[in-house]
């Protein structure tokens, strides 16, 4: 459909619609709005629009490509492949002939659901609708050498959507709710907010917190859940301009380890407000203890301990799913990890 949307806040007028074919569900559109071109789902890949006149769309080219979702700025395009496992990105300076610049396979092997670029353009982050999947950011600075740098997940295990605005990466994350990553340093990306709009649980199901959108003006957060509400947030950029020796974090963290999965070395980290006596314990799913990795009293500060899941076993440590817990004072968290072997 194509609106008008001048007249705002007083009403908005109908101009009329775009029909691709009567048999195209069309999932999702990008718009660039530095070049006026809308990229738009269809059963071949992407239809390209000339939006000059925006009242009467244009048909100029396709993008050769299947997908799920397809974000467009400054003529590169930026395509999630879906069960593919596979993004894309096309160069799409001609309309008529778009290019494809690089094809990259996710790992993990998950429904490759959403990609968003940093706004230097040198990390895409993207999402994988299925259970147990990362968020992962990648290094497409250098397109032959692409490179996965680090990845993260809510206590939840299943992340829908994520959008870039500044520094900071909005996660819609289901029955996690909103999440917020500082990704001033996209290597290591640190969890600065969640907010949990389904306080029911934090089931791997299809509930809660769908959609998010930062984008704009006045730091307000919009996010919809499936359940058909709307939450608006205020989100404050944080100040993280301070001499890192003497930094302490404000709350305690046990952050996603990474790389995960992994074979067979894994950094955990975790945040100490204060001097604590800490405790993280390795657990299989069935609650045994697989191996203690720090029991003592630490400082306050920014910390991580390596887990080698070869090391130190009188018997193989086989693949699988993992629980590692925290306790810190009367701080405790549980997240999961996947060994492969």
């Given at each position: 459909m194509i609106l008008d949307l001048q007249?705002?806040?007083?009403?908005?007028?109908?101009?009329?619609?775009?029909?691709?074919?009567?048999?195209?569900r069309s999932h999702n559109l990008s718009i660039d709005v530095a070049t006026g071109f809308a990229y738009i789902e269809e059963s071949n890949g992407w239809?390209?629009?000339?939006?000059?006149?925006?009242?009467?769309?244009?048909d100029v080219g396709i993008i050769s490509a299947p997908g799920h979702d397809i974000m467009v700025?400054?003529?590169?395009?930026?395509?999630?492949?879906?069960?593919?496992?596979?993004?894309?990105?096309?160069?799409?300076?001609?309309k008529a002939h778009?290019?494809?610049?690089?094809?990259?396979?996710?790992?993990?092997?998950?429904?490759?659901?959403?990609?968003?670029?940093?706004?230097?353009?040198?990390?895409?982050?993207?999402?994988?609708?299925?259970?147990?999947?990362?968020?992962?950011?990648?290094?497409?600075?250098?397109?032959?050498?692409?490179n996965l740098v680090a990845e993260y997940l809510a206590p939840n295990d299943l992340a829908?959507?994520?959008?870039?605005?500044?520094?900071?990466?909005?996660?819609?994350?289901?029955?996690?709710?909103?999440?917020?990553?500082d990704i001033h340093d996209p290597t290591d990306p640190v969890e600065v907010a969640i907010y949990d709009t389904y306080a029911q649980n934090d089931n791997s199901v299809f509930a809660g917190c769908w959609g998010?959108?930062?984008?704009?003006?006045?730091?307000?957060v919009f996010t919809s859940n499936i359940e058909g509400y709307l939450n608006i947030f205020q989100f404050n950029d944080i100040d993280i301009d301070v001499d890192?020796?003497?930094?302490?974090?404000?709350?305690?963290?046990?952050?996603?380890?990474?790389?995960?999965?992994?074979?067979?070395?894994?950094?955990?980290?975790?945040?100490?407000?204060?001097?604590?006596?800490?405790?993280i314990i390795i657990y299989d799913l069935l609650g045994r203890q697989v191996k203690s990795l720090i029991n003592q009293?630490?400082?306050a500060g920014f910390k991580s301990v390596i887990w080698d899941a070869t090391n130190d076993y009188s018997k193989p440590v086989s693949a699988g799913v993992y629980l590692y817990k925290i306790q810190a004072g009367e701080f405790v968290q549980t997240r999961k990890m996947v060994l492969l072997k």
């Open positions: 007249y705002l806040p007083d009403s908005v007028r109908f101009v009329g619609s775009y029909e691709i074919s009567p048999d195209i239809l390209i629009l000339d939006l000059a006149d925006p009242e009467n769309p244009i700025r400054n003529d590169t395009a930026y395509v999630a492949e879906g069960w593919g496992s596979i993004f894309s990105i096309w160069d799409v300076t001609s778009p290019q494809e610049l690089v094809s990259i396979a996710s790992p993990s092997n998950g429904y490759l659901h959403n990609i968003w670029p940093t706004e230097d353009g040198n990390y895409v982050l993207t999402t994988e609708e299925t259970d147990n999947r990362t968020v992962k950011i990648w290094d497409i600075s250098d397109l032959n050498n692409v829908h959507n994520v959008h870039i605005e500044g520094d900071y990466a909005f996660i819609s994350h289901y029955t996690s709710g909103v999440v917020v990553l998010v959108y930062p984008h704009t003006s006045n730091n307000m890192a020796e003497t930094a302490l974090p404000g709350v305690f963290v046990l952050h996603q380890n990474y790389p995960n999965p992994f074979n067979p070395v894994t950094t955990l980290r975790y945040d100490l407000p204060e001097n604590s006596l800490v405790n009293t630490q400082d």
